[in-house]
């Protein structure tokens, strides 16, 4: 009968792990390890984006890239559990609707 050498299983355990470290977070990971809801993606759609890419003014959350306007009390807009701001449009496209807009808690 054959019996691996525990050595040798320790070896292919360390490696598999140190490869699966290695590996980025899945697609639909925040950078900082939370997941995005799944109504808000659909492993491609969210991302990190900076404070340079929204703008608050009195009418909601304005996306530059795409001057589209999310009323700050619109269902869309959710808190950023990491104070970042990420956003989340159809196919992940930076012409694409908003899905959902994590925005940070104000003063953070």
Same mark, same amino acid.
């Given at each position: ?38 109504? @808000? ?8 984006? !900076? ?15 795409? !001057? ?19 956003? @989340? ?10 899905? @959902? ?8």
């Amino acid at each position: 009968m054959f019996a691996p050498c525990p050595s040798r299983v320790a070896f292919a355990v360390a490696v598999s792990t140190g490869l699966l470290a290695a590996l980025p977070a899945r697609a639909h990971d925040a950078r900082s390890g939370w997941i995005y809801p799944l109504e @808000c993606c659909s492993n491609y759609d969210c991302r990190e984006v !900076g404070d340079a890419d929204i703008d608050e003014g009195p009418q909601g959350y304005v996306i530059r890239t795409t !001057g589209e306007v999310i009323p700050m009390t619109d269902a869309k807009v959710k808190m950023s559990p990491d104070g970042e701001f990420h956003w @989340c449009s159809r196919g992940g496209k930076q012409d694409g609707a908003t899905i @959902c807009l994590f925005v940070p808690p104000r003063g953070y």
